[in-house]
């Protein structure tokens, strides 16, 4: 429990509040590669109908599974492995075979062609025509790598009750802020999340050399999609937390400056979005419904392609986050709260350091561990599980080889397209 000087926005000593704390809703994104039995990229056209739940994502040949919105962790994950094994039970049909590379990082790439643009008519065909924008502005190579994205929103009754013991009956401006304050936390600390769930250290060369085919190459990263080579944009981003008018402003200033042309291609860590479709016009008129992290790799050692304890530790993560006292980001914290997200997403992190806004400055893996100790402390009178769950990530600072991507470091390291094969036939056998 905190002292009422230290209470975040989320009020967490009032009973009310407590009692309801551990409720949330999760919904789940999960990219996927088709790719044929020899390991290439597959070039038939999507095989999947509308009624299958499985969508295109920036290509013709990647799949993204999008679950329902589920009231807990566990319940997210069971619908992400029934819509998984319902994927690979209609890869199964196809003729010739085709399977879902495993990994976040792509298998050999034999030039752009074979990274083709997902097609959509009629209505639909704006979509293509962004996808068209994104290959001219980014390249197609970048638009390969693939992860899981983590939609959150604490239950309502929750908010309502935080609501009500601190003194407010705006109940919608409550929230906005609540999220505000989530999202501006999770810019400062949210690099651990890329540190814990980085699994995607080994890539095949062909990714930065055309045509070399089976050879592997690392590049030092934990996690290439999440590190300075991957998903982000030409500008580090600067956000007005303060409130909701004027965080959409400072979206609304990089759309009217040409930095990006759509909501959806601003490529942060962190999101604030609305319900139904993402546009800042649904932000500014119905207020925001949940946050999304970005920063998953695909976990090739589970199923699913992320382990339930992992997005259970989010869930403890964001709640501490948000009983946390308010902070308040210049633009240089911004700025180095940025590239504390791609230093997480290097391979030693007893390398790189990680920056905090007071100035402290400590090795990531040292970070890592006192965050972790913090929360440890926070938790500590709660049920055996919980506890569990951080020892489990405390375990991966305190040994690097728990950590996902050094496990695969020395897996991969002479074989990634073979185990990539391996791994995905047997994903679908195990369907």
């Not at 013709?60 to 599974?65: D, G, L, P, V």
């Amino acid at each position: 429990m905190r002292h009422k000087e230290e209470m975040g926005m989320l009020q967490i000593n009032e009973q009310q509040v407590y009692q309801l704390l551990f409720k949330g809703n999760f919904g789940l994104e999960k990219e996927g590669l088709r790719v044929t039995s020899q390991g290439r990229f597959s070039h038939t056209a999507h095989p999947f109908s509308k009624e299958s739940g499985v969508v295109r994502d920036f290509s013709e040949n990647q799949t993204e599974i999008n679950t329902g919105v589920s009231d807990s962790a566990h319940g997210a994950i069971v619908e992400l492995r029934e819509l998984t094994k319902k994927l690979y039970q209609d890869m199964n049909k196809l003729n010739p075979k085709e399977y879902i590379w495993p990994f976040s990082n792509p298998p050999y790439i034999e030039n752009e062609a074979d990274i083709p643009i997902a097609q959509f008519y009629g209505d639909e065909q704006v979509k293509t025509v962004y996808r068209q924008y994104l290959a001219q502005r980014y390249g197609r190579y970048k638009m390969t790598f693939c992860g899981i994205h983590v939609n959150f929103s604490f239950a309502k009754e929750l908010v309502m009750a935080s609501c009500k013991a601190a003194g407010r009956d705006d109940y919608q401006e409550y929230t906005n802020e609540l999220y505000l304050d989530l999202a501006q936390k999770l810019a400062v600390y949210g690099w651990i999340v890329t540190a814990l769930t980085a699994a995607s250290p080994i890539m095949d060369r062909s990714f930065v050399e055309k045509k070399v085919k089976g050879k592997t190459l690392f590049l030092g990263m934990s996690s290439v999609r999440c590190s300075e080579l991957g998903y982000w944009n030409f500008f580090t981003p600067i956000f007005d937390y303060s409130s909701l008018e004027k965080y959409a402003y400072s979206m609304q200033k990089y759309l009217d400056e040409g930095l990006i042309a759509y909501m959806s291609e601003l490529y942060y860590p962190v999101r604030l979005k609305p319900k139904g479709i993402n546009t800042l016009e649904g932000l500014r008129e119905h207020g925001i419904d949940h946050i999304e992290l970005r920063m998953v790799d695909l976990n090739p050692y589970v199923y699913e392609g992320i382990d339930e304890r992992d997005l259970k530790f989010i869930h403890l993560f964001l709640i501490y986050l948000a009983s946390l006292p308010k902070i308040q980001l210049k633009q240089k914290d911004q700025v180095q709260a940025a590239q504390n997200f791609k230093n997480a997403a290097h391979y030693d992190l007893k390398t790189v350091n990680i920056v905090m806004p007071d100035g402290k400055t400590q090795p990531a893996a040292d970070a890592g561990l006192e965050l972790l100790l913090q929360m440890q402390e926070v938790y500590k009178t709660c049920d055996s599980q919980t506890r569990e769950i951080i020892e489990f990530e405390k375990e991966k600072f305190i040994t690097p080889e728990k950590r996902y991507a050094w496990r695969l470091f020395k897996q991969l390291k002479e074989g990634y397209e073979q185990e990539g094969l391996r791994i995905a036939r047997q994903r679908q056998e195990e369907s």
